[in-house]
């Protein structure tokens, strides 16, 4: 893929985040990036917040969905906007502004550099992070080591990363990901599975006072333990491909490394 065919936009779910969107959107165009706004079912007053963002901002589009999807089904929706308008790859950024998003453009090089990866985001957590939080991503980091038979992934949850949209675009045209909170994670698996290179670059994260989470401690953490059950039965069919692969890498003595191959970190 050569500069002139690398496209790149960001890609923002909302839902319920009237009093953060507008900074998200502002510091990514301040990025270069194009913005894909995907309103979730937003209440009435974010709904006249994120119209008054749209139509006031250069370079920045909404699509509204008729219901509550949640994050998965915006996010979705978003990646296949940005495909069929042209863009080659998007970067997911959360509306809540937990992300260090002075690193857009780190991530968008990256990805530039390596146009088949995907690049995602390595949490380096401040002491606002709260513990439960933390534990939930060690069990799923745990699961994810199981799935895809390897340390490839030091994090599947972080909702900062550049989708290349080719691939994603593929993938949800074959099958429907879960909707809720763990598409995050599905969709990494998924992708590792059809052999997507990915490189992970460290990424700063707050949970700053009064901000809005919509994870639900009990139903969200039950649906993540679901999908990982069912990763796990379908990984044991797909065990010896990806014990080939691995295999085969490791004979080629790391050609894949340096950013074209399954997770490196940079």
Known sequence: MTGTDFNPCAVIPVYNHGSTAGGVVGALRASGLPVILVDDGSDAATKRILQEIAEHTEGCRLFTLPRNLGKGGAVSRGLEEAFNAGFTHALQADADGQHDLGRAGDFIEQARSSPEALVGGRPVFDSSVPASRLSGRRIT??????ETLSRDIPDAMCGFR???????????AGRSLRRRMEFDIEILVRLYWRRVPMVFLPLAVTYPAGGVSHFRLFRDNLAIGLMHACLFFEMLARAPGILVRR????ILGGAERGGNGHGALV
């Open 141 to 146: 980091t745990f699961w994810v080591r199981i």
């Open 162 to 172: 550049v989708y290349p949209l080719k691939a994603c675009h593929r993938l949800l």
């Open 247 to 250: 295999f085969t890498r490791r």
